[in-house]
């Protein structure tokens, strides 16, 4: 699991620079991207404080970075990009239409149609550790660095979308990552 989760990650750092449209070198995983304070604040990460970070307040998942409860998640377009390296491939955000060469992608050989609250947390958990001082992605499921409880983000996001599912809101969000994605 350890090696997946790893090839995963290294798929989505290669690409974060032109998800994020921040220089590629933000995102190698020896990059302290704690002295970076535009990278903190997209997730509202503050030092000492990793054990209270709540991913309902991290800026990234708001349209314009800007906190709002009556758009969570409105920045469904930065999750949905992290879906597609998820299940499509790293090359996928690149992509126009079709497919260039290659094995086929995973939403194909799983036969995904659409986006699942699992999915979309995973997303959500990827793209919290990748803006955080985190070098790794923990065994424990908490940032060495960061302290922050991934696996809580995972739980959150996963239970936010679970209990909303059925929200006029967050459908037309999953109906927007779907066509994204698919």
Partial sequence: ????????HHALRSVAGSIFNMSPEYFSASYD?????????????????????????????????????????????????FIKVAVGGKMSIYLKSGRGGGPSPYYKIWRLKACTPGLIACSVTS??????????????????????????????????????????????IVKNMNDYVF
């Fill in 33 to 81: 991207r704690m002295s970076n304070q535009q990278i903190m604040d997209m997730i509202g990460w503050v030092a000492g404080k990793g054990k209270d970070f709540d991913v309902l307040k991290a800026p990234i998942i708001y349209p314009d970075l800007k906190i709002s409860a009556k758009k969570v998640f409105g920045n469904w377009f930065m999750i949905a990009k």
């Fill in 127 to 172: 793209m919290i550790f990748l803006l955080s001082p985190d070098q790794q992605f923990p065994g424990s499921g908490v940032g060495a660095t960061s302290s922050i409880s991934y696996s809580a983000v995972f739980r959150t996001v996963k239970r936010f979308f679970v209990t909303q599912w059925a929200h006029p809101r967050v459908q037309a």
């Fill in 1 to 8: 699991m350890q090696r997946v989760r790893s090839s995963y």
